[in-house]
Each structure stands twice: as structure tokens, then as C-alpha cells.
């Protein structure tokens, strides 16, 4: 992998690219009046959408391994699997209504393909990846997207334990014929096998409308 500057290097002032998306002048001038009305800085708004990332994230990230356990202990890990597969969206779905937000996971070794980043995602992708290989922190990072309207948090993921080897780790070992069967049936581009504890898994990728995090400071 070509050598990429560590992500806790990258300001979180930098002004990213977004799809060609603009701003809406009707968006621009709300945001902005609410910021004159509150006083609020940029800086200001900045470090609270990075409070959002950090508690949307966990708060994601909790409702997915609690309800997975208890799928695991009703139908064990095939049954926790096609839970996954049919429940993991929604759940997202659901924590990021009240906030406005839009919660995914991004990877290169993916298991589900609507789990493969875009090319925005892929590069700090890279540096996460360049961080491990490196033994350099893991910092959540947040970016300016569209224009400005929207800030991208991204957080790295990565596999904590054994329990998660039972799906992610290698095949005949820590996963089970039955399990190997299901994947393959649920994921025939399955990526995501392979994995040891502590290896990178993907990331947290959560769009957040900078009108969202103004309304409610």
C-alpha cells in the first residue's frame, strides 16, 4: 500500500469533495443565520458533530452486538448470521432517524457488497489500514463533505474478540462447517473470513447534516 499520512495528521478543517453535490442556497443562508442567532463558531459546530459521530456510532454498535448475542443464544451463529443479513440496516436505520443521520460500515474485505465504500471512503480506508500496518493510533476522524452542508465522521473498526472469529475468522478453525455453509449461501462475495483479533474490519461512515448539529446546539 502506497504511504499515506497518518489519519490523526489529517486537520479536521479540510474541505472534501462530494460527489459534485452543492450546497442549496436556501440550505446555506439557514445554516447560517442560526449560526449568527446561537454565535455559534465553525469550530464550534465541528467538535459537536464529532461528539455525534462518537456517540452514534457506539450507540450503533451496541444495539447491533446486543441484539446479535440474542440471536446467538436463541439459533447460535447460523442463526445469528441470517439475522445479521436481513436486521444489520435497519438497526442503523433506526439509531440515525432521530439525529437526521446516515449510518453504514465501509470495508475492502466486506461480507455484505452494500458494505464497499466509495471512492470518498476508500481513502480513509487506506489510512486506517496504513495506521495499523504502522501501529499508529486509531483516531476517529471528521471531514466537511458537500460543500460544507454535511460532515462525513468515519471510525475504524475492529475485530475484538473470538466471539467474532466464529464468522470472521478462518474456515475449518474458528468457523464451523455450518456456519461456512450459510455464509456462502447469504454472501457468494463474501470478503470478510480470514480476520485474527485486532485486525482492521471496516469502519463507521456517518453523514451528518451540519444544519442538524445547529439546530439542536
Known amino acids: 500500500m502506497r504511504k499515506i499520512f497518518s489519519i490523526v495528521g489529517i486537520s479536521v478543517f479540510l474541505s472534501s469533495c462530494g460527489g459534485g453535490e452543492r450546497v442549496s442556497k436556501e440550505v446555506f443562508e439557514e445554516v447560517n443565520e442560526a449560526m ?30 446486543s441484539q446479535l448475542q440474542q440471536a446467538i443464544s436463541e439459533k447460535g451463529i447460523p442463526g445469528a448470521i441470517e439475522f445479521c443479513n436481513v436486521q444489520a440496516l435497519p438497526i442503523f436505520e433506526k439509531v440515525g432517524k432521530p439525529y437526521g443521520v446516515e449510518i453504514r ?3 475492502n474485505r466486506y461480507r455484505n457488497p452494500a458494505d464497499q465504500p466509495s471512492d470518498m471512503e476508500q481513502r480513509y480506508l487506506e ?3 496504513y495506521d495499523v500496518e504502522n501501529g499508529n493510533p486509531l483516531s ?3 471531514q466537511k463533505i458537500n460543500e ?3 460532515f462525513l465522521y468515519t471510525k475504524a473498526i475492529v475485530i475484538p474478540g473470538g466471539l467474532c472469529l466464529s464468522c470472521h475468522g478462518e474456515p475449518g478453525k474458528e ?15 463474501d470478503k470478510a473470513k480470514g480476520h485474527k483479533i485486532g485486525d482492521l474490519r471496516g469502519m463507521w461512515s456517518i453523514r451528518i447534516p451540519k444544519k442538524e448539529v445547529v439546530k439542536r446546539m
Do not use: C, F
Request: aromatic fraction near 6%; glycine fraction near 4%; charge should be negative.
Open 127 to 129: 489510512t486506517y489500514e
Open 36 to 65: 449568527e442567532i446561537k454565535k455559534l463558531s465553525e469550530a464550534e459546530i465541528i467538535d459537536e458533530a464529532m461528539v455525534w459521530g462518537d456517540s452514534i456510532s457506539m450507540e450503533a454498535q451496541q444495539q447491533l452486538v
Open 148 to 150: 460544507g452542508e454535511e
Open 105 to 107: 460500515r465501509a470495508s
Open 175 to 189: 468457523i464451523n462447517d455450518e456456519t461456512l455453509k450459510v455464509l456462502e449461501e447469504l454472501y457468494p462475495e
Open 140 to 142: 476517529p476522524n471528521i
